[in-house]
């Protein structure tokens, strides 16, 4: 398809358990980012990658979160030890690096989290 | 105090009538403002730029004011399908880095 593409869906683990979430930006989009949106909340920035390197990486929580994205264009979040605090959804957006900021973001539908 | 504060709502507004939701801002070197629109259980996407001068697309007009670190949306004329979570968007970064801060949304339903 021609929009960001993210898997799994859905992921039900337990609490202690390490989690991949996958992320297929839109070709030739060179910026991803990841958000993280709680029940109630707006979604809450975690990393922000230009190719293949981390250009801020303020919004990770802490060091259980790890993101990459090696070629620069599929990304992986990586969760170690998860949390029932982790339960969120994982949103994944993809644009192009222009000169002027258009605001537009393009998400995918995001991977659903739970830790029982 | 949050970056992007909103009123949640939920507002629950008739067919056919116009509504305004507002939402401040605490960084005054922000750069740039949004509307984006997310629909229940579904990704959010960018409605509309918010500018200086105001500016309208159709049903909705949205305002900025700098001075006092408010952004506002207008829908005129509202249908059904208006229905939606808006979340109130700002970018405080330069050019180039498209990290956007969101507020938590304002739920609107339109009651037929």
């Known amino acids: 398809g021609a929009g960001v593409s993210q898997t799994p869906s859905n992921k039900v683990t337990e609490k202690g358990k390490y989690v991949e979430l996958r992320c297929d930006p839109i070709?030739?989009?060179?910026?991803l980012y990841w958000y993280r949106q709680s029940l109630g909340q707006g979604p809450e920035f975690l990393i922000y990658f230009q190719g293949t390197g981390a250009a801020d990486d303020s919004g990770l929580p802490n060091d259980r979160f790890f993101a990459v994205r090696p070629e620069g264009s599929v990304s992986t979040l990586k969760i170690q030890r998860t949390e029932r605090g982790d339960s969120a959804v994982y949103l994944c957006?993809?644009?192009?690096?222009?000169?002027?900021?258009?605001?537009?973001?393009?998400f995918g539908e995001g991977s659903r989290l739970t830790v029982l | 105090r949050k970056e992007v504060e909103q009123d949640p709502g939920p507002f629950n507004v008739p067919e056919g009538a116009t509504v305004a939701f507002n939402c401040t801002y605490s960084?005054?070197?922000?750069?740039?403002f949004f509307w984006y629109r997310q629909d229940c259980r579904k990704e959010p996407k960018l409605l509309m730029s918010v500018y200086s001068s105001g500016n309208e697309d159709g049903r909705f007009t949205a305002q900025l004011n700098r001075a006092s670190q408010y952004i506002s949306l207008l829908i005129r004329d509202s249908k059904l399908s208006d229905s939606a979570t808006y979340l109130c968007v700002v970018n405080g970064q330069g050019f180039g880095n498209e990290k956007l801060t969101f507020g938590t949304g304002t739920r609107l339903t339109i009651i037929p």
């Open positions: 957006a993809s644009s192009l690096f222009r000169r002027e900021n258009t605001g537009e973001l393009f």
């Open positions: 070709s030739g989009h060179t910026a």
């Open positions: 960084n005054s070197a922000s750069q740039s």
